[in-house]
T-cell receptor, first 113, second 115 residues
Framework: QQQVKQSPQSLIVQKGGISIINCAYE??????FPWYQQFPGKGPALLIA?????SEKKEGRFTISFNKSAKQFSLHIMDSQPGDSATYFC????????????FGTGTSLTVIP | DGGITQSPKYLFRKEGQNVTLSCEQNLNHDAMYWYRQDPGQGLRLIYYSQIVNDFQKGDIAEGYSVSREKKESFPLTVTSAQKNPTAFYLCASRLGGWDGNTEAFFGQGTRLTVV
C-alpha cells in the first residue's frame, strides 16, 4: 500500500515557469514532510521540509504548500531553471518513531531552456 | 569532511552469487537505512537500524541481509534468494530520535547489475 502518492510522474516546464508537484498521504500521524532532489546517478538530497503546524514554507525559489485537512502537500518551484532538472521525491515521516521515511514514487522534472 | 559513503559505485554479479554493498558514515548518526530504487517505483525500504546490534526489516527485506556491528557501518548483502536484484541501492543515515535533527542524508548509491 502506497503511503504517499505523488503526481505527476513527469513534468516538462519552460525556463522561467512554475513547476508544481503534488503529494497526498493517508496517515494523519505523519508530522514531518520533506522534499528531496535527486540528480542522475546521485543520491537524493534534502531540498526543503515542513511540519504540519504551518501551511507554507519558502526557501528561495522553492515553496512547500501544506493542506492538513486535505492531507496534501505540494512543491512549487518558481522561475524554474534548466539546473532544476532532476527527480523530486516527497516523503512523510512519523517523528515519534522516525524510523521510516515513506517516499512518493518521484517526479522527473525537465526544464526546457 | 562528514558524510555517508557507499562503495562500490558499480557492481556486477553473476546469478547465484551473494554480494555485499558497503555503507559507512562519519556523521555519528544513530539510524541507518537501505533503500532500493527502481524506475517508477520510488524508494523502497529494505532494512533499517536505529542502534548498533539492532535492525528491522523494511517493506522488501526478502533476499537481503544486513548487520550493524559498528555505529558507522551498515553493510547490505544481496543473496542469491533475491529474485530480481538489478537495481540502484541507496544507503541513508539520520541522527535519530523524534526531537532531534530529522534530515536523512543519502550516499551516492551503488548500481548493482546481475549478469
Amino acid at each position: 500500500q502506497q503511503q504517499v502518492k505523488q503526481s505527476p510522474q513527469s513534468l516538462i516546464v519552460q525556463k522561467g515557469g512554475i513547476s508544481i508537484i503534488n503529494c497526498a498521504y493517508e496517515n494523519t500521524a505523519f508530522d514531518y514532510f520533506p522534499w528531496y532532489q535527486q540528480f542522475p546517478g546521485k543520491g537524493p538530497a534534502l531540498l526543503i521540509a515542513i511540519r504540519p503546524d504551518v501551511s507554507e514554507k519558502k526557501e528561495g525559489r522553492f515553496t512547500i504548500s501544506f493542506n492538513k485537512s486535505a492531507k496534501q502537500f505540494s512543491l512549487h518551484i518558481m522561475d524554474s531553471q534548466p539546473g532544476d532538472s532532476a527527480t523530486y521525491f516527497c516523503a512523510a515521516v512519523y517523528l515519534l518513531t522516525g524510523n521510516q521515511f515513506y517516499f512518493g514514487t518521484g517526479t522527473s522534472l525537465t526544464v526546457i531552456p | 569532511d562528514g558524510g555517508i559513503t557507499q562503495s562500490p559505485k558499480y557492481l556486477f554479479r553473476k546469478e547465484g552469487q551473494n554480494v555485499t554493498l558497503s555503507c559507512e558514515q562519519n556523521l555519528n548518526h544513530d539510524a541507518m537505512y537501505w533503500y532500493r530504487q527502481d524506475p517508477g517505483q520510488g524508494l523502497r525500504l529494505i532494512y533499517y537500524s536505529q542502534i548498533v546490534n539492532d535492525f528491522q526489516k523494511g517493506d522488501i527485506a526478502e533476499g537481503y541481509s544486513v548487520s550493524r556491528e559498528k555505529k558507522e557501518s551498515f553493510p547490505l548483502t544481496v543473496t542469491s534468494a533475491q529474485k530480481n536484484p538489478t537495481a540502484f541501492y541507496l544507503c541513508a543515515s539520520r541522527l535519530g530520535g523524534w526531537d532531534g535533527n530529522t534530515e536523512a542524508f543519502f550516499g551516492q548509491g551503488t548500481r548493482l547489475t546481475v549478469v
